[in-house]
């Protein structure tokens, strides 16, 4: 076997296949039910929804029509299922009216209707539905401190759950009696269908009791309406064999394992061993860097666990608890914390992208790391550790031109890592 010419365009090739593979034009048709007696009616919620929306129209071979609501920029257009774009990771006045006005379609409907209902990654926030006595702006200041406080995001999606009227079931039992089939892009570690976008339309195993132990264990104590809520614990999401879900049905059409398997074969085709670590990694970014950076050093050196040319891939969704005031991603934080880790390790070079396009809140999907880019970096007078002390993963990619924008990708499976050792 021998190294890839351009371990640059290798990895890059890489996440390409990564994301076709989870394109729901490869993934929806595939999974269609058959049609009802009734009505057919389509809803959904996620980075990944108006793509989705998209694919079920161009395959669904009678009466349709619906509503989904995907982040900003990530609208595709459908000619019979409506696209609202709304704000995500903090839910604005647009994903509330939209998630109200699910909850509007769906009601009386019968049980010869089907709802078709599409979920992936992202759709908890933009469906913004307060639970009663909260308002939009209790939900966006608990989303903000959730995200700045290193909770993962089972955590944060059982928090979101017991804020809402719409999620952990909840749009489920509004949709009774007509059956719901629910097809899921799944971007969480697992692939619980109760975790992706908090489960609309899934039983909900959390309680009130496991949000408000989130919050405790982060110290979230604002802001106080929210708090209380939790505390108060009235009226619980529904829970397994509530007969509101009876008959309903849920299928995983996309996970970060198929992405995984889709790049190994890449690499296999190049002549690479690919090595899949795992498609539910989690931790700090900074933590797991170090963790990744000693299976590398391993590689280099023994051989270990396997020969080297050599890819490492990961996949899942790493945190990052902001203490800087930098710019950066969880894949930004990853990357330039595996740069300072390696110190320069000659035949390592690594990408860490989100599948979705967008890295956190920031315009690019990811970056590559080169054995070069601490010394590159230096000559710029820019000092890697010192910009990850920042968090600002997203400055020292960017001076040196390594930052990979590709645009929304218009599906999520999380985050897609790729280490090649030559």
């Not at 299976?295 to 990961?314: E, F, G, H, M, T």
């Amino acid at each position: 076997m021998s190294a890839p010419a351009d371990p640059r365009a290798f990895l890059r090739s890489l996440f390409d296949a990564a994301v076709a593979a989870a394109l729901p034009d490869l993934c929806i048709p595939p999974n269609l039910p058959p049609p009802p007696r009734g009505r057919t009616l389509v809803v959904g919620a996620g980075k990944a929804a108006a793509s989705m929306a998209q694919a079920v129209e161009r395959n669904w071979p009678g009466e349709l029509s619906g509503l989904v609501v995907t982040r900003y920029g990530h609208g595709v257009p459908c000619e019979r299922i409506e696209v609202v774009e709304a704000s995500h990771p903090v839910p604005d006045a647009a994903g509330r009216e939209a998630a109200r006005r699910i909850l509007e379609r769906v009601k009386g409907l019968t049980a010869d209707d089907l709802v078709i209902c599409l979920i992936s990654g992202g759709g908890s926030a933009l469906l913004a539905a307060p639970a009663d006595g909260l308002t939009l702006e209790h939900k966006q200041a608990l989303n903000k401190a959730l995200l700045k406080s290193g909770a993962n995001i089972t955590e944060m999606n059982c928090v979101r759950k017991h804020l809402s009227a719409i999620k952990g079931g909840r749009l489920a039992a509004a949709c009774a009696p007509a059956q719901v089939v629910t097809l899921l892009i799944s971007d969480v570690p697992g692939d619980d269908p109760s975790v992706i976008a908090s489960g609309p339309t899934v039983p909900d195993p959390s309680t009130f009791a496991d949000a408000a132990a989130v919050l405790k264990k982060y110290s979230i104590t604002e802001p106080r309406e929210a708090i209380a809520h939790i505390e108060r614990a009235a009226e619980e999401t529904p829970k397994a064999g509530d007969p509101r879900l009876a008959g309903n049905r849920t299928i995983m059409v996309s996970t970060a394992q198929m992405s995984l398997e889709a790049a190994a074969q890449i690499a296999r085709n190049a002549g690479v061993t690919p090595v899949i670590l795992g498609d539910s990694i989690e931790g700090e970014s900074r933590e797991v860097a170090q963790v990744m950076a000693g299976i590398a050093r391993q590689v280099a050196l023994r051989d270990q666990p396997a020969a080297k040319p050599c890819v490492i891939l990961s996949g899942g969704e790493t945190t990052v608890t902001v203490r800087g005031d930098g710019r950066g991603g969880r894949n930004a934080e990853f990357l330039l914390a595996l740069a300072v880790a390696l110190d320069g390790r000659a035949g390592v070079h690594a990408l860490a992208c989100d599948t979705d396009g967008i890295d956190g809140t920031e315009d690019n999907a990811g970056c590559l790391l080169t054995p070069d880019s601490l010394a590159r970096a230096a000559a710029l007078g820019r000092n890697a550790k010192a910009h990850l002390a920042r968090n600002d993963g997203y400055g020292f990619f960017a001076a040196l031109g390594d930052l990979i924008v590709t645009g929304p990708t218009l599906t999520n499976v999380n985050d897609f890592r790729a280490i090649l050792v030559t």
